[in-house]
């Protein structure tokens, strides 16, 4: 069975919300039902059909096709299955999603995978702001899942972070790992000022020597790390081959807050 | 009916007789393949017999780093007993005092199993607070800070409760020194089964045990049946040329496992011939009374 493609017909006049465009909701629906559902942010009505061809049948694998960073919520609150954005995407990509996995060819806006608790997002260029981040209305960001940016990721990535791994292949924003309160980061491309504000027992694993310090770390050395070897053999397994050695050195913070928290710097 | 022989070897007309336990697996690995190896025969040493180790455990295999949750070289590491809870138990202390010790060590869950029990959830409280949790994959593993650096295990492991304990194999031959070699031989052979262990010193049994005795309070004894200086005996199962019997005895995670091993392993011993100095191999059992799994050779042998 051929996916279930939505092919974006043009700019869009006013932001989507294309939230109800998983495969729990479309299940059953034929694809009149589907073109008529409404997709609209603003007073003015919108439907699935008025922005999008619709082709293909198989809910279980969506493919949104030359879509923009207007396109906010693809895959938000997914529950499984499996979508491929050939394109951009806005705002809110997968948050709150539980299980299934996304795939973004382009860009994501902010917000991407907010206090998602399960999945796999992978974004092939850039994100936005608080990646990971915490999704309206919750208290900690996200709570389990991957998330892996092939680009630059905006400020506060994995803000309030409470569980699960995010890779960032080029450089992160300011205040990465903002208030994380577990889970790891893995920063490949360094990052702004004041990564690890605010950290409690995160781990924010640096490839290189990070330029900006905060001075709420303190140095324990050099070590072995028996969990970077663990990691990267697990990430060699989702087909990412980032060198992670076993050696690191570790600095222990944020000591400002609980001070339990890691950077982990490859040596 | 003709009696069955396989190179001159005479196959009992007998069965194995076995009985369920549970069991569980974990990876255990290390910096050097000799190093995982140290630290899985620590916690399988004392683990022959649960008539008075509390578990049965031992070496499965070794693993090539590429099989290895952190691309270590490591072992896998079968453990049974009677219950779950004694299984716990076991798996604590084991782990806990063997492998948490060991340089260099991980260990991690081997078997996802119907039921989970504790790894490194008991064992985190070794880190008195300044242990760290990380979940990857959906698995959570522990962190815990030593004084060789961190130890990781991972939170949770499988059990099975379909396993099976007390297959076996006894030989019977010539001399003691034929015996042994055909038996090393099986041992070597069977090690190359998935699932299963032979708990004993090198896989071998030199005093297979029948159940009670007529001490009070000795709740196994001799299998004086099968000890070549009672030949005399009416009790006696032996030929008059036999000098030695030993045993193999096989635990696995499930009975096909050890059907499979026992079969390597009979064919093993019989490799070299009744030339070699075997006259018979054999099995022990209750009467069929006790024990659900019977491990009948004629069936072993196809």
């Known amino acids: ?267 | 009916m003709p009696e069955l022989k396989v190179k001159g070897v005479t196959i009992v007309e007998t069965f194995a007789e076995a009985f369920p336990m549970v069991g569980t697996r974990v990876i255990i690995t290390a910096p050097t393949a000799e190093w995982a190896k140290i630290s899985a025969r620590t916690m399988t040493g004392f683990a022959t017999s649960v008539i008075a180790c509390g578990a049965e455990g031992g070496i499965e295999r070794t693993l090539p780093k590429s099989e290895t949750p952190d691309g270590r070289p490591g072992v896998s590491v079968l453990l049974f007993t009677m219950d779950a809870n004694m299984l716990q138990t076991q798996l604590r202390n084991r782990v806990g005092q063997c492998v948490l010790t060991s340089p260099g060590s991980a260990c991690y869950a081997g078997l996802e199993g119907e039921k989970k029990l504790k790894l490194g959830a008991s064992l985190r409280f070794f880190g008195d607070g300044w242990q760290m949790s990380k979940v990857i994959g959906g698995r959570r593993y522990w962190r815990i800070p030593v004084m060789g650096g961190e130890f990781v295990c991972e939170d949770k492991t499988g059990m099975t409760t379909k396993a099976v304990g007390g297959g076996n194999l006894l030989v019977v031959g010539k001399s003691h020194s034929a015996v042994l070699a055909a038996c090393t031989r099986a041992v070597k052979a069977m090690a190359d089964v998935p699932d299963v262990i032979t708990p004993f010193p090198g896989g071998i049994v030199r005093s297979g045990s029948k159940v009670g005795s007529k001490y009070a309070g000795q709740i196994a004894s001799t299998n004086h049946a099968y000890a070549p200086g009672l030949k005399w005996h009416a009790d006696s199962e032996l030929p008059p040329n036999a000098e030695a019997v030993l045993e193999i005895v096989i635990d696995g995670l499930t009975a096909d496992a050890i059907h499979e091993a026992m079969h390597e392993g009979l064919h093993a011993i019989a490799k070299g011939g009744s030339r070699e100095g075997i006259t018979h191999i054999t099995a022990g059992n209750y009467g069929g009374n006790l024990g659900p799994h019977h491990f009948h050779l004629k069936e072993i042998v196809g």
Request: proline share 1%; net charge positive; with cysteine.
């Open chain 1, 1 to 267: 069975m051929s996916a279930l493609c939505f092919e974006l017909k043009g700019r869009p006049e006013q932001r989507l919300d294309l939230s109800s465009l998983v495969p729990a909701r479309l299940d059953g629906l034929n694809r009149k039902q589907i073109e008529a559902l409404s997709i609209a942010t603003t007073r003015e009505a919108l439907s699935v059909g008025d922005a999008f061809k619709v082709t293909g049948k198989d809910v279980q694998n969506l493919h949104f096709i030359d879509t923009d960073d207007r396109c906010d919520k693809i895959g938000a609150k997914l529950t499984g299955g499996e979508i491929v954005v050939e394109g951009d995407a806005g705002m809110l990509l997968g948050a709150q999603m539980k299980r299934g996995k996304i795939a973004v060819q382009g860009s994501a806006g902010v917000s991407v995978g907010a206090t998602m608790t399960g999945g796999e997002i992978s974004v092939r260029r850039d994100v936005g702001d608080q990646a990971g981040g915490v999704a309206f209305g919750e208290t900690f960001g996200m709570k389990g899942g991957f998330i892996s940016i092939g680009g630059v990721a905006g400020a506060l990535v994995g803000e309030r972070l409470r569980r699960g791994l995010i890779v960032v292949g080029g450089k992160a924003g300011e205040y990465a790992g903002g208030r994380m309160v577990a889970g790891t980061i893995v920063l490949r491309g360094g990052a702004g000022r004041y990564a690890g504000y605010g950290n409690r027992r995160g781990s924010l694993i640096f490839t290189d020597k990070p330029r900006h310090l905060l001075p709420t770390y303190v140095d324990s050395g050099v070590m072995e790390f028996d969990y970077l070897r663990l990691l990267e053999t697990w990430l060699r397994g989702q087909g990412m081959r980032i060198r992670l050695g076993g050696r690191a050195r570790r600095l222990m913070g944020d000591m400002a807050v609980l001070g339990k928290g890691e950077m982990l710097i490859l040596d």
